[in-house]
């Protein structure tokens, strides 16, 4: 990488060094090739082209889908001194006409803007007249048709280069398997663009997933580990959203609920608290997160089964942006696998789609239900490979235990058979377990041979049996018979005493929290640690970012990230040349913020 890139790199944004394929990625487009970036969130994609955007001629024009990430970024790089704006529909009309004039009269380093903003006729004239450094399409899986990002406004991106063929493309997205890839490359004309595939790995993450058993209970549990902390608490459907906001409130968590029944407005306060505020809980759909910039979230929970691996990949990389470790928790049960596919299956999409979200689904349970190293298993689905043991997952950190499953297996799928392949799991552990219920009267399974033969597990554990039959394709839900259990194919060698079956044990029931603060062991990532004296120092800081950032209306972090306060607490600089060496403080910001800080220090 030349001279001038490592300069800008020092000057403006406050760094020595690139990370990972980012000086290869910078020279690549600032020698005018085009370029597809493939890494992770947190990996530093926006330094991708906002270096080359201060380093080629003209205003780097930047594709963003989302209002809110497109203010958050041009704050940013405001704080670091750099021309940038934006324009979409938050702007009145003289706004956008003085952001149009800058333009055109060369003001501006980037300019963001929505695709349906881009593709108008006064826009795209608007660029006829104008230099154009550069052209970043961020978030491109946007463009793929079996995501649930799609923006179909991206399909349409391929006029930039029609138009402006020599001027580089840079598209960017943290989460994209293979034929999410090559779509990408088709629908935008980059066949002959340079490909960097980064590492997927985060591993600052800790994953874990856990078995339903009062899902309440165990988040509540979950939180209590994370109190001050902020976080996603995910939900499949809005009236969850709204029960699991209104529940954690009443616990004391600053919970704020998130989803597209919610008025624009409320939807768009919440987003600026949760942006702006430490220590929000945001418990949302996943109509919430593409494009969150916040680099302090701690924790990511799913309360409900997401609809793929992209997609967990996707909402789990929202945690730990800075870093700094953070936790992945999942909670998963049958029911969740039933309603996915039920959904699937009730869906307007043809046959090939379904077909396709059918394997995606089966490939999320089976990460669900590996026994192996969460992260191999995870990478392995984009086609990386890892060598496992990773030591920051629940597999690795407590190794489950299996047991051989066969018998109980059988017996499960005898009683499914013997009972006509008409009932959910519910009622064949009642069956098996030999309840006296309405039910089991109604329809006579008092009398079927597999009646009480199951007395030696307990229900949770036979929910675990039966999951996990499903998850190994042994049994499938019956859609169209309200998630009826049936026999597969694949159920037959076993029961023919062919081949054996091991299975994940049920860990035993968690023992409740007793009052007094009783615990089981932490599982939590540990924190990081200061000495007294810094993290002192590090408090006070931060409390004085928060009022600056009060001031100026922007999140705390577009100040100064936790990682530059945390190294100015350990190392507290004694003039301004010292500052000036501590990574993230470039010369913008320490001429804005230096003075501050060292009085800051001097009078802590």
Not at 34 to 47: E, F, H, I
Not at 48 to 66: D, E, N
Not at 130 to 139: G, H, K, N, Q, S
Not at 348 to 373: H, V
């Amino acid at each position: 990488m030349g001279a001038p890139a490592l300069e800008q790199l020092r000057h403006v944004f406050g760094y020595d060094s690139f990370r990972g394929e980012q000086a290869d990625i910078v020279g690549h487009l600032v020698a005018g090739g085009d370029a597809l970036v493939l890494m992770p969130t947190g990996g530093g994609k926006s330094l991708c082209y906002q270096l080359p955007a201060l380093l080629r001629a003209g205003t780097a024009i930047v594709v963003s889908p989302l209002i809110a990430l497109m203010q958050d970024q041009v704050e940013a790089l405001r704080q670091l001194g750099v021309r940038a704006a934006f324009l979409n529909s938050s702007l009145d009309a003289g706004a956008a006409a003085q952001v149009e004039r800058e333009l055109l009269d060369s003001q501006l380093d980037l300019l963001y803007v929505a695709p349906e903003r881009l593709l108008t006729p006064r826009f795209l004239s608007l660029l006829e007249r104008t230099p154009v450094a550069l052209f970043a399409i961020d978030e491109a899986h946007c463009v793929s048709q079996w995501g649930h990002d799609f923006r179909p406004e991206y399909r349409q991106l391929t006029l930039l280069h029609e138009r402006w063929p020599d001027v580089p493309r840079i598209a960017l997205t943290a989460t994209a398997d293979a034929p999410t890839r090559r779509e990408i490359v088709e629908r935008l004309a980059l066949e002959d663009a340079r490909q960097f595939v980064s590492s997927f790995d985060r591993p600052n993450i800790r994953y874990t997933v856990v078995a339903k058993d009062d899902s309440r209970r165990q988040l509540l549990e979950f939180l209590d580990d994370h109190r001050g902390d902020s976080g996603i608490v995910y939900c499949l459907s809005r009236r969850k959203v709204d029960a699991t906001a209104e529940l954690l409130a009443g616990r004391g968590v600053r919970a704020l609920p998130y989803h597209a029944g919610l008025d624009a407005a409320t939807r768009a306060e919440h987003q600026r608290r949760f942006l702006r505020e430490d220590g929000i809980v945001m418990v949302a759909t996943i109509a919430f997160g593409m494009g969150i910039d916040k680099p302090d979230v701690r924790f990511v929970a799913h309360l409900d089964l997401p609809k793929s691996l992209e997609g967990y990949y996707q909402e789990t990389g929202r945690a730990g942006r800075d870093g700094d470790p953070a936790e992945a928790w999942l909670a998963y049960g049958l029911g969740d696998a039933v309603l996915l596919r039920r959904m699937i299956e009730d869906g307007d999409a043809g046959d090939e789609r379904k077909w396709l979200e059918r394997g995606k689904l089966d490939a999320l349970i089976g990460y669900c239900e590996s026994t192996g190293c969460r992260r191999q298993s995870l990478l392995a689905y984009f086609g990386e490979a890892h060598a496992g043991a990773c030591g920051n997952c629940d597999n690795c950190r407590q190794p489950p235990r299996t047991w051989d499953a066969t018998e109980a297996a059988r017996k499960a799928l005898s009683c499914v058979y013997r009972t006509g392949q008409r009932f959910g799991a519910a009622h064949m552990i009642d069956v098996l377990r030999g309840a006296d219920t309405a039910k089991v009267r109604q329809f006579g399974h008092q009398s079927v041979s597999t009646y009480g033969i199951g007395g030696d597990l307990d229900a949770r554990q036979w929910r675990g049996v039966f999951r996990q039959l499903v998850g190994n394709g042994l049994l499938e839900a019956d859609i169209e018979g309200h998630g009826a259990l049936r026999l597969t194919a694949a159920a037959t060698p076993l029961l023919r005493g062919e081949r054996r079956l091991q299975l994940r044990a049920e860990p035993p029931a968690r023992e409740r929290r007793r009052k007094g603060g009783g615990k089981t062991a932490p599982t939590t990532v540990p924190a990081i640690d200061l000495p007294a004296d810094a993290a002192a120092r590090f408090a006070v800081l931060r409390e004085w970012r928060a009022g600056i950032a009060r001031e100026q209306n922007v999140p705390a972090y577009v100040i100064f990230h936790d990682a530059t306060l945390r190294a100015i607490a350990l190392e507290p600089p004694r003039d301004l040349d010292a500052l000036s060496g501590i990574g993230g403080v470039g010369v913008g910001k320490l001429e804005r913020y230096g003075d501050e800080v060292l009085g800051v220090l001097q009078a802590g």
